[in-house]
């Protein structure tokens, strides 16, 4: 059934615990480029969504993403991409694939589905009452107003803070009836340590960083 939408066993253990409230955040991040013909996307991943972050980079610093395609773009509503499947010839069985395991949802109400905003794609209320996240597809908001119908139902777990301009021509391209694009937009991923004050003045994301410990 397609997808709708779109380290140590003790750093593990942390990590499953999430950030209480105004919990001190870490000196350092890991921040992501993911590269396309249209240009690069950077991204940060929210603490307050420490399953989807440690899970999304590990997958990134892998490989796993590299040669996959954005499969699924809906102007006015979100890009797709994260299925391996999409790395073969096949187009009918995009949407379809992921690594074998979903992953508990870390929905959280500050969280909302804002341009740019990077969330876990998973199946539908009806097979998926929990609301389990698929373990690698996800989907970036391209609506500049925001998805808010979407907001409680998916996990958003981070934010495009470079290269946003790149989410609305991957939109606007020539697509099938089925939504995905008629040529591959092809993904590769690089994740870069930082230390966290040199992420805020780059990228101009203090807002987001204080956002998860209020």
Known sequence: MKYKIIFSLFLLSLLSQGYAQNTPLP??????????PLGDMVAILFDATPKHKANFIKL?????????TFHRIISDFMIQGGDPNSKD?????????????TLPNEINPKLKHEFGRIAAARMGDGVNPNKESSGSQFYIVQNHQGTPHLDNAYTVF??????????????AQSKNF?????????????VKKMKRKKVERKYHCKDLYLL???
């Open 60 to 68: 990134a610093k892998e490989g796993y993403y590299n040669g996959t």
């Open 212 to 214: 998860q410990t209020q």
């Open 89 to 101: 010839s096949i187009a009918d069985n995009d949407g379809m694939g992921g690594p074998g395991y």
């Open 158 to 171: 981070g934010q495009i803070v470079s290269g946003i301009e790149v989410i609305d021509k991957i939109a």
């Open 27 to 36: 000196k350092h991040d890991e921040v992501i480029t993911i590269t396309t």
């Open 178 to 190: 089925r939504d995905r694009p008629e040529k591959n937009i092809v993904i590769t991923m690089k």
